[in-house]
């Protein structure tokens, strides 16, 4: 396990020190985190490493999952959807499973924390439940931009009832939110299996595993199957690129716990790539390792990023830390990380052409790739690592436990 002394390699000794300083007035607090899954997506991600360093520094902070039933998921993947700009017709009995989830949860789930952190939609009405005594946080990772009405509405009135939101992009600001709205960027774990430096020998072994031939160029996208990574779009690209250097496609996407839809966006990838998957230039990988991924990104040539809507975008993050050159859309968080031009390049969305001829430039100039991926890596040092996120959680728990 990781503690803050082996961040000392990555971050100054003055970085560490004040995490410990910060600290000092939490000690004998207790904390508690719900998300609803323990594995898969960015939250996850993101808890797994920076719980234990939080205890490290002196916090007693502990994390628990929602238990949810399928029915629960899909119309919590639902909310998501409609959370970021889809239609969802919100009936009484979409209304009421999702409730009744957080109440059962709520029944063997006992809370006498000194604060409680609630992550995205799944477990929001849970405060409902208790008799509060003590802070509760929501910690919004999605993009909250363009809201379904409706929704933003039902989902406003167990909001209202928390002490203060934190967002992850001042273009998420809700202005009807009449509370604290603090933004924390997301970050990465340079230590992590997914993030930590690997040897040539362990990068082959797993992409000879997982059947990646490295005889061509790799263009990879890593993102669950989730029509807002656009993965169809990726394709498409593809095969605009093909046209002009010979590379293959990487897709790679875990299924989440919490995510029924991926499973037929995959079939409808399979559908649009069928020749390309069967002559070998576009691979699909659904397994979920963290070494594959750090192996796939620290070997690809190119990285892209084809989200229609991205709440940040952490494997642009991982990408840039691995000093890959990243062709990215121009949208949510990944405009906090990715200057066109500095870390990779910024493309809109619908422009399929255009990421195609980014990705070509940098197909034909590796150089390039490799001074834009070293400035990558110094802005993922300065803003989006673990310790920074530590450093802001404990101003947070000072601010509103004082
Ligand atoms: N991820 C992974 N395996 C996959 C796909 C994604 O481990 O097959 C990880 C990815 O490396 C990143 C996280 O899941 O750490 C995705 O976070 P991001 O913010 O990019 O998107 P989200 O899934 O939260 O929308």
Not at 195 to 213: A, C, G, R, W
Not at 343 to 356: C, I, N, Q, S, Y
Request: charged fraction near 25%; hydrophobic fraction near 40%; glycine fraction near 6%.
């Amino acid at each position: 396990m990781r503690l803050l002394n082996d961040y000392r390699r990555i971050v100054s000794d003055e970085v560490i020190s004040d995490i410990y300083k910060k600290a000092r007035k939490l000690y004998g607090k207790r904390i508690i985190h719900i998300n609803s899954t323990y594995m898969g997506g960015g939250v996850a991600e993101i808890l797994s490493g920076f719980v234990p360093l939080m205890n490290d520094a002196g916090v007693d902070m502990g994390w628990r999952i929602l238990h949810g039933n399928p029915d629960f998921f899909n119309i919590t993947k639902k909310f998501h959807n409609a959370l970021q700009g889809d239609a969802i017709n919100l009936t009484e009995i979409k209304k009421r499973l999702y409730v009744e989830a957080n109440e059962y949860f709520s029944t063997y789930t006992h809370i006498t924390h000194d604060c409680v952190i609630i992550h995205d939609p799944q477990p929001l009405p849970l405060i409902q439940f208790y008799k509060k005594r003590q802070p509760w946080v929501w910690r919004c990772h999605v993009d909250l931009s363009h809201p379904d009405n409706g929704l933003w509405n039902f989902l406003k009135g167990f909001i209202l009832r928390y002490d203060i939101a934190i967002i992850s992009n001042k273009k998420y600001k809700k202005i009807d939110l009449p509370i604290e709205q603090r933004i924390i960027f997301p970050v990465i774990n340079p230590l992590s299996p997914k993030n930590m430096d690997l040897n040539e020998k362990d990068i082959s072994k797993y992409l000879k595993k997982f059947k990646v031939p490295t005889d061509k160029p790799l263009l990879t996208q890593i993102s669950r199957f989730d029509k807002w990574k656009d993965p169809i779009g990726v394709i498409e690209v593809f095969k605009l690129v093909r046209k002009e250097v010979d590379c293959r496609l990487v897709l790679c996407g875990s299924m989440a716990a919490d995510d029924p839809e991926g499973i037929r966006i995959h079939e409808r990838v399979v559908q649009r790539a069928n020749n390309l998957i069967e002559n070998g230039d576009v691979i699909l990988i659904t397994s979920e390792n963290s070494i594959l991924v750090n192996a796939l990104q620290r070997s690809s040539a190119v990285i892209i990023q084809k989200s229609l809507r991205e709440g940040f975008g952490l494997t642009v993050t991982e990408a840039l830390w691995k000093e890959r050159p990243v062709v990215a859309s121009n949208v949510g968080g990944i405009s906090l990380q990715i200057k066109d031009g500095q870390g990779g390049f910024l493309v809109d969305p619908a422009d399929t052409k255009g990421f195609a001829d980014r990705i070509i430039e940098l197909m034909r100039n590796p150089d390039l790739g490799k001074d834009m991926g070293k400035q990558g890596r110094e802005t993922v040092r300065n803003n989006f690592l673990i310790t920074r996120l530590v450093s802001d959680y404990l101003d947070l728990l000072n601010d509103i436990l004082k």
